[in-house]
């Protein structure tokens, strides 16, 4: 996820007045009834394009019946929030069941996802700790935070502080997290014949 910079702080939005709201250009996520415009760096847009590229290979050499969308939203349960993934992948046999889906590009089920990407930038905390709790809340089975910048706190990504990327699989209900950092080779549950590194993303 890109830099964010909140537009409203005392007028709070439901997620109906949002969908209303939410304009074509730009990007925006909505926290706790408080819009927030994604306000990414050129190197965080560079590091989407390159997993979105490698992303679709996979889907397309595997024959998956997903689709990547990097402008969905996600809806949080009984919340007026809802995050604009910086990847996000859909399985299109779920897609029926989504009551948003048609009319606003937005989901609600975690069945629908089966892969979430968010890029890290200052606002690291959101995606390791809110955003990380949330999708493993919807049961996404597979989370990647992409920490190009090593920007993580000790706790999540070790000392010294480096790059990484933690995929995060949802196993019996709970994330279970696995780092990896430099030359690693990824390990990813949903594409099993990637053969990607961090260096290689990171250097892109």
Not at 88 to 116: A, C, H, M, Q, Y
Not at 182 to 194: A, E, K, V, W
Request: one cysteine or more; aromatic letters at 12%; a negative charge.
């Amino acid at each position: 996820m890109g830099d964010t910079m909140a537009l409203t702080a005392t007028n709070l939005m439901t997620f109906a007045e949002f969908l209303d709201w939410n304009p074509e250009n730009g990007r925006y996520e909505l926290i706790d009834g408080v819009t927030v415009e994604m306000q990414p760096t050129g190197k965080h847009e560079e590091v989407i394009a390159f997993l979105s590229g490698e992303t679709f290979l996979q889907i397309r050499s595997l024959k998956l019946p997903y689709f990547l969308s990097n402008s969905t939203l996600v809806k949080l349960p009984n919340q007026d929030s809802a995050y604009c993934p910086d990847i996000l992948v859909l399985d299109r046999n779920f897609l029926s069941s989504e009551p948003l889906w048609e009319k606003s590009s937005t989901i609600t089920k975690g069945s629908s996802v089966r892969l979430v990407v968010e890029v890290v930038s200052t606002n690291w905390r959101d995606d390791y700790v809110y955003k990380m709790t949330d999708y493993e809340s919807l049961g996404i089975p597979e989370y990647w935070i992409v920490d190009y910048l090593g920007l993580g706190g000790k706790r999540y990504i070790g000392f010294p502080k480096q790059p990484t990327i933690t995929i995060c699989q949802l196993i019996d209900g709970e994330y279970q997290l696995q780092l990896f950092k430099g030359n690693d080779r990824l390990i990813s549950p949903l594409f099993p014949q990637l053969n990607l590194t961090p260096e290689q993303i990171f250097q892109s």
